[in-house]
């Protein structure tokens, strides 16, 4: 009955969903590998055939058994003999480079080249890395990689690995390690935050050309969206272990993906803070520009009950309290963390502040100018709604509990 058993019972779309997981542990598992591509070719997917093929053939060159992988991946000439599916490109290159190393001086062409002419002998061809030609032909798109010297980007394209999401499925989940970087070179993902009661909702949007999972990959943090793909994503990914050595020589693209990780974090500050998320993407990119970064270390005062000031705040990262002066003592009115703002009757109604705001961790944060926000509320009437709203219910909860 093979490795899949009983695939076609009704528990078929379990035993699959279990061999793609046991693929991607053991990508030079041959047989494995075999069994999963006919599988799909039963169910008429032939673009996941190849990916399985393209996966098994690298992880097989990787391990020095080019033999073995010039036979896995001409099946790709079986499954698409015109050339029609994007991937079968990358695959036929994996094929010519396991055929060289495999000493093979004439690799077959596909049989959908046009034939070649009779020509005098020529130079060897150069051995072809799928990695290495993907990445450069991402790179016309990627401004992450605009740039990169020719030895760095070689170095880069050899740590890289090709990911398929289908449409529908998670690349990476919200509060999962730190992994990957990825390259988006076809398709569309998704991001999605949850909010303090769990709920969950979308934040933007990563189109081909961009970056993913960049915040996670830099800092080593946890991540801090889920992301799906809305239809089939091809990315590439890189590993920050294997990036480290690289990025060390290399200090100008560290610090251009840097660059994109703050601006990303910000825009996702906003996309997910209660007052500011009704807002588009230009808009938000708005407000970060007239944004200012703060940060403060544990017991340091970030806004003092009774001070003439009208900045408005929004957290970034950490946790502050909020307390009141009551009967000669301090009462704990609230505890803040990232996404919540603080501030906005001062800013909006030029009055004293009401409470002291002090941090419990470190913690950063972006002050926004008395005028500024009066700007950004004029233009979008849903953050005037939230603002307001917002200091209704503060106002009420401060006065129960003064009054306890």
Known sequence: MGLFGGLKSSGKSARLDDAKKRHMAEPANV?????????????GNRASAIDVLARTGSALQRAGRAPEASTVLSRVQQIDPKGELPSTFLALHML????????????????????????????????????????????????????????ILGALVEQL?????????????????GGALHFVISGELAAFGRDGAGRESPVGKIAAGELAGEISFLTGSPRSVTVRATRRTETLALAPAAAEPILNRYRKLRDAWEQVARRRALDLMLARSRVFRTLTPDEREHVIKRMMPLSARPGDVLAREGAAE??????????VEVTAASGGRQVLLAILEPYDCFGESSAL??????????????????ALRKADLGEIVRRNPAVKSELAALQMERFVEAARLLAE
Do not use: C, M, W
């Open 96 to 151: 010519r480079e396991a055929q060289g190393a495999a000493g093979k001086a004439t690799p077959t062409p596909p049989p959908f080249a046009p034939a070649a002419p009779p020509a005098a002998p020529a130079a060897p061809e150069p051995a072809f890395s799928p990695e290495r030609e993907a990445i450069r032909a991402a790179s016309a798109a990627h401004p992450a990689l605009h740039g990169v010297p020719a030895g």
């Open 349 to 366: 109604n030029a009055v004293p502040r009401n409470a002291t705001v002090t941090a419990i961790t470190d913690v950063e944060y972006y």
């Open 161 to 177: 690995s090709l990911v398929v999401t289908e449409a529908g499925a998670e690349l990476f989940r919200e509060g999962d390690g």
């Open 310 to 319: 009208t900045d408005f705040f929004l957290l970034k990262s950490g946790q």
């Open 31 to 43: 047989a494995l590998a075999t069994a999963l591509v006919d599988a799909y070719l039963d169910a």
